[in-house]
């Protein structure tokens, strides 16, 4: 079933600075709030985060949006039922991640709501299931609920999708099918512990009192528009390494072979892995998750996450797509360079905000969470914090979404920053 | 190939592999999302016959949508209120008549010249992509009409499948370029699919050289899509090919003949139609892509010459990388260099020396030409390997050089062979240089401190007025062959009787291998008789031709031709099998004693194969015959000529069980050494000796050394070519026990043998010998 719901907004856009030809800042009418909780029951956790996150009666009025980063641990239903009872009536997007990201660089939590409220905030939100694999139709009728928004200066359009086994470049070409290039797109893969299998997307319409929902393989779409500036950020820390090579046989995301030699031996031979790496798939998935594949566009380099292993077929699997006929290059990363990527990120989605972020959303990748560790994690909290002195939520992702420019927009190993000025 | 190169390269070709599937309408959004995707953009519309077919990126924005669609500036700038500076590409889309564009936009960066010829490149594959769309669209329209439209859509089905194919060819060079394939296969690749895609005509590509004034040719393919290299040049800016490249675009010429860019070599050998379009790097034109067809009302269509630009703008991709299309250049001058040079001797190669002889034939010029080849050269490479052999080569080339003038051309055919073109007056000027020629070529050369006397075969030809290159060369080597067959170190000179005698010899040699394919050699057998017994102890087969027309012809009348043209073995192997066969027939019907012995001449050429002791084994076991009656003749030069493979035969015939005889003894020079060590078990006295055995001195001498030789070898000893009585008796008195010669019987056929010497010794048991 479609949902859908918009909220309608006040104020006039801000101008450009002329002198830096960046937004401007502007003091526009918006608040945002962020509550966390690392209890493991759906229900408290909802509960307490939501708390949190919900101004006090009457302070701030009601949100434009929530959004709600869960732990997949939790019980779904569970999870919807308690957003239905803490904040009737809010429009709520959600999903699941990896771990979820509350800015104070704690692994442990399990719900993360941030609250994005204020009169120069509007929000449109839809869930529309995938049906037979058309990834492309939904996305694209999903993020068409942007259209209703009003004109205020800047908009966003948060795409968040159930990705495993699905083209998320589909996603990102059908949502620009409908908002075209004036309006960007971020957002993410919701991801699960184990084979995402126990991924999860949370939809919360707002309208006449529906129910929040927990669902899976749908495009669920947050558009939201701000008199303020909207900041975007992107990096990855990875390097390439060697020669590039021709991807000469593969299908969909499974690199069959690469300069006409079996794929994963030559990543084994070129990253100077052993073997036995391959004697505990998660061991290699370990080693992997710092060792992305990656796809020559334009003018870059984009990181493509090496999942798994076929020991037999002598092949790669990746998070996304790799065209045989393409070039790739192997890539290198470590914890110091994907450290250094949160920076650049925040710099770039700060500088985007007009220079001063009021809020943080970010989409930084499961992989990138693997190698980090708890300590790394905290780490990048803290140099994300110190970069944006503000209320930061979100999660790590199974594939990042990321359109400012150009028509494409889908990434691996990669952390998208979204800042509200 | 650079990284922009491969880049551009691998979006080509994940472009094209959109193309794959049977969905066309998916297939045209997959297309323009590569399109946008590849460089970024953020609008891409294809717009056919002024109505938006397909956008990216418009859907909310109607004022950039307008402004695209009336685009058709190849490249622009648009000043947007909402995006700024927006770039856009427009690029014709080929697709029958009317307007079709693929008009793409991008905020902020400008479009690099890399990026406009990817997107004219994929507007280019769109159009033939949309055609096949519209010709699938067209068949099933046509699917309910089958019955009367069934040609129509015969040639639709074709049309479809041609389109198909053009789409493949496009893809399999993209992904050439893409794999980075040196850059002469991806070339090649273009020029063969040119030549399949586009019928009847023959495919050129061409590349200007350093000079900038001359295009030498790649590659040619011709309608039978056999690749070749030609090494012709044209000028830039002469004839179609030459003129796509100054004028830097398509140049058509329906009526070849008529048209101002004509050439008149083409059109005197019939070209009806020609096109040409440029092959460019970052805009300029590097080199051409022609066809021409021979076919009369042949006119190259719209889509052909689209296709033809297509396909030379992926030879354009491909030398995007700079530093390909050097590569290429050098290569091609080397090439050049190469296709007329010897490497080893730096000396002309055939080649070169046919166009020169060619020319000057066409204008009847006084030549003379001169065909030398070195005596026993392969028996040098053969005994000091290559490296020597190498060195006499360029030894010989540096005194051909040294003996010609400067205007005449020396060559080197190949191997051994040489041919000089001399311009010369009158017939005794290149007389005189051939002479000088075969001197200066006779001489010893020092290699690695050992000394090889070399000397050569010299054939002069004097060339007549109507004679083309190929003749005169070819009276050149004949002559030389002369000179060759004569002991070589000479010269000779044509002479209009050689022809009619070789060509004699070659009828003669056709002869003989329809002869061995037709059974027309048998053998004749000649009775050896016991000079104390008076007994026919044996017989020695000779072959004998029948002849269908000259009758029966004894060897000395091919026997030459064989061992010339390698028949002999076959020949010998024939005899040696019909011998067996009748041995074998005789001892069945009980007509030979116990101790009665075949004996076979062996030829010099038979007795060096190395499967000669397989053959006999064979041969003795499937006509199950003892090998010990069977005597092998082989003659002194033959065993000595090369002593180790000698006696490892003969000890492996002797382990069949076959005996050994010398023949022709003293007319050769056996080592007597040697002849210990061969295991032989008789010397045959050569028939030479026997005639001269009762008048000569010397020849009685050499008939009693060798009896004597013999005995204290403890070998059998055989005269042959007894003649008169008194022969046969100083024979017995010398000690000489066994002979055979006309006093006895001429050689005769098998069932003669049988009917005056065996059944008669069969009857007599150990019968008389009755002359």
């Not at chain 2, 089958?146 to 499948?161: G, H, K, P």
Request: charged fraction near 25%; aromatic fraction near 4%; glycine fraction near 8%.
């Amino acid at each position: 079933m479609t949902q859908r719901t918009s909220t309608v907004p006040a104020t006039p856009a801000p101008a450009l600075d002329a002198g830096s030809g960046r937004p401007a800042p502007v003091d526009a009418d918006l608040w945002t709030a962020v509550g966390r909780s690392t209890s493991p029951d759906a229900t408290i956790a909802v509960g307490e985060a939501l708390a949190q996150a919900l101004p006090a009666s009457g302070a701030a009025g009601a949100p434009t949006l929530l959004m709600a980063f869960v732990a997949p641990s939790l019980d779904r239903d569970a999870v919807a039922a308690a957003i239905t009872a803490g904040a009737p009536g809010v429009p709520l997007v959600g999903c699941t991640g990896k771990a979820q990201i509350s800015g104070r660089g704690e692994v442990d939590d399990t719900v993360v709501v941030m609250a994005l409220g204020g009169a120069d905030t509007a929000c449109a939100t839809a869930l529309v299931p995938i049906v037979d694999g058309d990834a492309r139709a939904a996305a694209a009728e999903a993020a068409a609920c942007a259209l209703v928004l009003p004109d205020l200066s800047s908009k966003v359009v948060m795409v968040l999708v159930d990705g495993f086994g699905i083209d998320v470049d589909d996603v990102v070409r059908g949502a620009y099918d409908s908002v075209g290039p004036s309006i960007p797109l971020v957002g993410g893969g919701a991801a699960g512990e184990v084979q995402q299998i126990d991924v999860g997307l949370f939809h919360q319409s707002g309208a006449d009192g529906a129910p929040a929902v927990a669902t899976g393989r749908s495009v669920l779409v947050a558009a939201v528009a701000s008199a303020g500036p909207i900041g975007i950020g992107v990096a990855h820390g990875c390097a390439p390494i060697g020669q590039p090579m021709v991807v000469t046989s593969s299908e969909l995301r499974t690199v069959e072979t690469l300069d006409e030699t079996p794929a994963l031996d030559t990543y084994l031979a070129r990253h100077r892995l052993p073997e036995s790496l391959l004697d505990d798939p998660v061991a290699f998935a370990d080693a992997a998750r710092s060792r992305p594949v990656g796809i020559v566009r334009r003018d870059r380099i984009e990181p493509r996450s090496v999942l798994a292993a076929d020991r037999d077929a002598r092949t790669l699997l990746c998070a996304g797509p790799v065209a045989q006929g393409g070039l790739v290059w192997l890539m290198d990363g470590d914890v110091a360079t994907a450290l250094d990527a949160v920076e650049v990120a925040a710099d770039l989605a700060i500088d985007g905000a007009g220079g001063r972020a009021r809020a943080m959303v970010a989409f930084d990748c499961g992989a990138r969470w693997g190698m980090l560790g708890p300590d790394g994690m905290h780490e990048e909290m803290s140099r994300l914090t110190a970069h944006a002195a503000c209320p930061i939520a979100g999660l790590y992702t199974f594939g990042e979404i990321a359109r400012t420019s150009g028509t494409s927009g889908y990434h691996n190993q990669t952390i998208v920053l979204l800042a509200f000025g | 190939m650079t990284i922009a190169a491969a880049w551009m390269a691998q979006q080509l070709a994940e472009f094209s592999a959109v193309f794959d599937g049977d969905d066309d309408e998916r297939r045209l959004v997959l297309a323009l999302d590569r399109v946008a995707e590849s460089v970024d953009a953020e609008f891409a519309v294809v717009v056919l016959d002024g109505a938006v077919r397909r956008d990216v990126g418009l859907a909310t924005d109607q004022r950039m949508r307008a402004a695209l669609i009336a685009t058709d500036d190849p490249v622009t700038v648009l000043d947007d209120a909402a995006f700024g500076e927006v770039h856009v590409v427009s690029a014709p889309i080929r697709r029958g008549d009317g307007a079709h564009r693929l008009t793409v936009g991008r905020v902020g960066d400008a479009f690099t010249a890399v990026e406009i010829t990817l997107l004219r490149s994929m507007a280019r594959t769109l159009g033939i992509a949309l055609q096949l769309h519209e010709a699938r669209a067209v068949e099933r329209d046509l699917h309910n009409e089958i019955a009367e439209r069934s040609r129509s859509n015969a040639r639709l089905v074709e049309d479809l499948s041609q389109r198909q194919l053009v789409l493949d060819h496009l893809f399999r060079i993209q992904r050439a370029i893409t794999e980075r394939a040196p850059i002469a296969d991806v070339l090649d690749a273009i020029t063969r699919s040119a030549a399949l895609l586009i019928p009847s005509s023959i495919l050129g590509l061409r590349l200007v050289e350093q000079s900038g004034d001359t295009a030498a040719t790649i590659a040619i393919v011709g309608e039978d899509g056999e690749l070749q290299r030609a090494s012709d040049r044209i000028r830039v800016g002469e004839g179609v090919a030459g003129r796509a490249i100054s004028d830097n675009c398509l140049i058509v010429a329906d009526d070849y003949p008529l048209s101002a860019d004509a050439i008149e070599a083409w059109v005197s050998i019939g070209v009806t139609t020609s096109m040409a379009t440029p092959v460019r790097r970052n805009g300029q034109a590097v080199g051409s892509l022609c066809a021409m067809s021979w076919k009369e009302g042949r006119r190259f269509d719209e889509a052909e010459q689209h296709l033809l630009q297509s396909l030379a703008e992926h030879a354009s991709l491909a030398f995007n990388d700079a530093s390909a299309l050097e590569v290429i250049q050098r290569s091609l001058e080397r090439a050049v260099f190469d296709s007329h040079h010897d490497q080893l001797t730096g000396l002309a190669n055939r080649k070169q020396a046919i166009e020169r002889l060619e020319e000057w034939a066409a204008h009847d010029a006084d030549t003379t030409v001169i065909f030398v080849d070195l005596d026993r050269f392969k028996s040098v490479n053969d005994a000091y390997g290559h490296n020597t052999g190498d060195e006499i080569l360029r030894n010989v080339a540096a005194r051909l050089e040294e003996v010609t003038r400067v205007d005449d051309l020396v060559a080197r055919l190949s191997g051994d062979e040489f041919l000089v073109i001399a311009r010369s007056p009158d017939e005794a000027t290149g007389t005189d240089l051939a002479g000088r020629i075969a001197e200066a070529l006779s001489f010893t050369a020092t290699v690695e401190r050992r000394e090889i006397r070399v000397s050569a075969s010299v054939g002069c030809a004097r060339h007549l007025p109507g004679e083309t290159a190929d003749d005169v060369v070819a009276n050149a080597d004949l002559a030389m062959y002369r000179a060759k067959v004569s002991g070589g170190g000479q010269l000779v000179r044509y002479d209009g009787e050689m022809r009619a005698a070789r060509t004699a010899e070659l009828t003669l040699d056709r002869e003989l291998r329809y002869a061995v394919d037709h059974n027309e050699f048998d053998v004749y057998f000649q009775p050896v008789v016991d000079l104390a017994s008076d007994r026919v102890i044996g017989a020695e087969a000779l072959v004998r031709w029948n002849h269908p027309t000259r009758g029966v012809l004894a060897p000395g009348a091919f026997i030459v031709a064989a061992e010339s043209s390698g028949i002999v073995r076959e020949i010998d192997t024939l005899a040696t099998e019909r011998a067996i066969r009748y041995l074998q027939g005789w001892e069945r019907r009980r007509l030979v004693p116990a101790d009665f012995r075949i004996s076979v001449n062996m030829s010099a050429r038979q007795f060096r194969d190395r499967s000669l002791i397989a053959t006999i084994g064979t041969l003795l076991a499937e006509h199950d015959v003892d090998p010990g009656r069977l005597w092998l003749e082989i003659t002194e030069t033959a065993m000595m000529r090369d002593v180790d493979l000698s006696l490892g035969t003969m000890h492996g015939l002797r382990e069949l069980g076959v005996h050994l005889s010398v023949d022709d003894f003293g007319t050769g020079w056996s080592s007597l050494a040697y002849l210990k060590q061969f295991p032989v078990e008789a010397l045959k006295i050569d028939q030479s000796f026997v005639a001269g055995l009762c008048t000569n001195g010397d020849d009685r001498a050499i008939v009693e050394a060798t009896i004597q030789l013999a005995g204290a070898l403890g070998l059998g000893v055989i005269a042959e070519g007894v003649e008169e009585q008194e022969q046969a008796d100083a024979l017995g008195r010398l000690g000489c026990r066994s002979v055979q010669g006309y006093l006895y019987s001429r050689p005769v056929p098998a069932h003669e043998f049988v009917q005056r010497w065996l059944q008669l010794a069969s009857a007599a048991t150990g019968g008389s010998v009755s002359t």
